[in-house]
């Protein structure tokens, strides 16, 4: 999961964002935060976009959180 500050889009919903982080979940150990600055993310790859709740972001408990990992899809 990516989170940041929206800048930027175009025509074809190429988005811009700024102060960006990546979320590593893992089911053994706390959840990870890694600064990346700037993303640029193809619209065509984008399925949901939505604004972060700050309050219940500060509220959730990431130290003790543990997340299972997704089966493989394939095609």
């Not at 053994?28 to 972001?57: F, W």
């Amino acid at each position: 999961m990516k989170d940041g500050t929206l800048i930027g889009y175009d025509q074809a919903m190429n988005i811009i964002l700024t102060d960006t982080h990546e979320r590593l979940f893992s089911s053994t150990e706390p959840m990870k935060s890694v600064p990346i600055g700037v993303y640029v993310i193809r619209g065509e790859t984008i399925a949901l976009i939505g604004q972060l709740d700050e309050e219940l972001d500060e509220a959730a408990d990431y130290e003790n959180m543990r997340i299972e990992p997704m089966d493989a899809v394939f095609l």
